[in-house]
């Protein structure tokens, strides 16, 4: 199994692009979670979504947006990028939505905003 | 409101010193804990987790009610302990929710 994979593992976008991230959670986990660490902090919440339907939303701006597939990979949307956006976007895949079972995280995709 | 709190921005130990990684949270219902790690280069990855009472890799962590704490503890610190850890929680039974980490606490540990 190989894991949670995202793409691309960095970029660089100038400010007012959008740009798509990408998660391939583990096989056979439903639900697919979307987070973002900046440096220094821990990760926080954007996304949830089970089932190809959004579950749960952090505290992000509607320029954030994300959608699940029906092989249940996901993709995150940002528009607008500021620079604030700079961060490692992490996606966490698991079995069910409730989280009790504990994630599985990718490696991250490192965003760059200039 | 939710919060992980992780006082400890930096730990430094030698080498089979005890460690305690400290873990306070607030939480109005009935939350999970957990402790994740992230070595150098490599992935976050969950480390433990309080509903299954297990020892990993030597760590253990017990959940304290009354104080609201989840402190992670090892008795004697290997130099293969150094990395990130974040304490986190998430609601219990409840789907689509957040798991809310705190800030992170590197431990280095030196011979």
């Known amino acids: 199994d190989a894991g949670v994979t995202q793409s691309p593992t960095h970029l660089i976008k100038t400010r007012g692009q959008h740009v798509t991230l990408r998660c391939s959670p583990i096989?056979?986990?439903?639900?697919v979670s979307w987070y973002q660490q900046v440096l220094g902090q821990g990760p926080q919440f954007i996304f949830q979504?089970?089932?190809?339907?959004?579950?749960g939303r952090g505290n992000f701006p509607d320029r954030f947006s994300a959608r699940q597939f029906p092989n249940y990979s996901s993709e995150l949307n940002v528009n607008a990028l500021l620079l604030g956006d700079s961060a490692l976007y992490l996606c966490?895949?698991?079995?069910?939505?409730?989280?009790?079972?504990?994630?599985?995280f990718g490696s991250g995709t490192r965003l760059t905003v200039v | 409101a939710q919060r992980v709190t992780q006082p400890e921005k930096l730990l430094s130990v030698f080498k089979g010193a005890p460690v305690e990684l400290k873990c306070n949270y607030s939480?109005?219902?009935?939350?999970?804990l957990f402790w994740y790690v992230q070595y150098s280069r490599q992935r976050l990855q969950l480390l433990l987790r309080?509903?299954s009472r297990e020892s990993i890799k030597g760590f253990t962590a017990d959940l304290n009610k009354g104080e609201t704490s989840f402190h992670l503890k090892k008795p004697f610190a290997q130099e293969e302990d150094s990395a990130m850890y974040y304490c986190?929680?998430?609601?219990?039974?409840?789907?689509?929710?957040?798991?809310?980490f705190g800030k992170g606490t590197t431990l280095s540990v030196s011979s």
């Open positions: 966490a895949s698991s079995l069910t939505p409730v989280g009790g079972y504990g994630y599985t």
């Open positions: 096989s056979g986990h439903k639900s």
């Open positions: 979504y089970y089932e190809k339907e959004e579950r």
């Open positions: 939480y109005s219902g009935s939350p999970e």
């Open positions: 309080h509903i």
């Open positions: 986190a929680l998430t609601p219990s039974g409840q789907a689509g929710t957040a798991l809310i």
